[in-house]
T-cell receptor, first 115, second 111 residues
């Protein structure tokens, strides 16, 4: 596609509910990232995939957070038993190769509100 | 945790003036990137400067990098109302495949 696509754009979840956020990276991009952005803050790294391999999940805040990219393209970020502190924008990003010098392209984000 | 710190946190100027934002970071980097984020939107990549570069230009944007001081600046010349947004610097960590963002500068251009 033309850019990184994320869905849903907005999600309101009741506390305790499970949510799944989807990311369609730019076609052919090897690297895929998930970031969490709280209101008024900069994005914070959650996890990184190289093709289907999850090479870094050091930023996932708890074991309630799980991400997958089974076929090396679309990725899903799942949050189980959501809590109010999970309310944030979840940004997905992709880049063409694994080189640190490559531009990383971001999607519009999925805005999660836990009530 | 966030590595970069942007300064100032908020900046308000008149249209046509130049806007300068600064970013400091803590560890050795491979590159530094600047992003813009309009309210309620995703991040838009503006410019990437590598650790062996000192200055880079793109249109009305000028970025400098001083690795000895671990700092970078973004200059927007002849500002326009459409430049109103938050601006973030992000560093590419050596050895790690991720960007580490600062907290951003909120720029307001008054018509």
């Amino acid at each position: 596609g033309a850019g990184v696509s994320q869905s849903p754009r907005y999600k309101v979840a009741k506390r305790g509910q499970d949510v799944a956020l989807r990311c369609d990276p730019i076609s052919g991009h090897v690297s895929l990232f998930w970031y969490q952005q709280a209101l008024g803050q900069g994005p914070e790294f959650l996890t990184y995939f190289q093709n289907e391999a999850q090479l870094d999940k050091s930023g996932l805040p708890s074991d309630r957070f799980f991400a997958e990219r089974p076929e090396g393209s679309v990725s899903t970020l799942k949050i189980q038993r959501t809590q109010q502190e999970d309310s944030a924008v979840y940004l997905c990003a992709s880049s063409l190769t694994t080189s640190l010098g490559n531009t990383i392209y971001f999607g519009e984000g999925s805005w999660l509100t836990v009530v | 945790s966030q590595q970069g710190e942007e300064d100032p946190q908020a900046l308000s100027i008149q249209e046509g003036e130049n806007a300068t934002m600064n970013c400091s970071y803590k560890t050795s980097i491979n590159n530094l990137q600047w992003y813009r984020q309009n309210s309620g939107r995703g991040l838009v990549h503006l410019i990437l400067i590598r650790s062996n570069e000192r200055e880079k230009h793109s249109g009305r944007l000028r970025v400098t990098l001083d690795t000895s001081k671990k700092s970078s600046s973004l200059l927007i010349t002849a500002s326009r109302a459409a430049d109103t947004a938050s601006y973030f610097c992000a560093t590419g960590d050596q050895g790690a495949q991720k960007l580490v963002f600062g907290q951003g500068t909120r720029l307001t251009i008054n018509p």
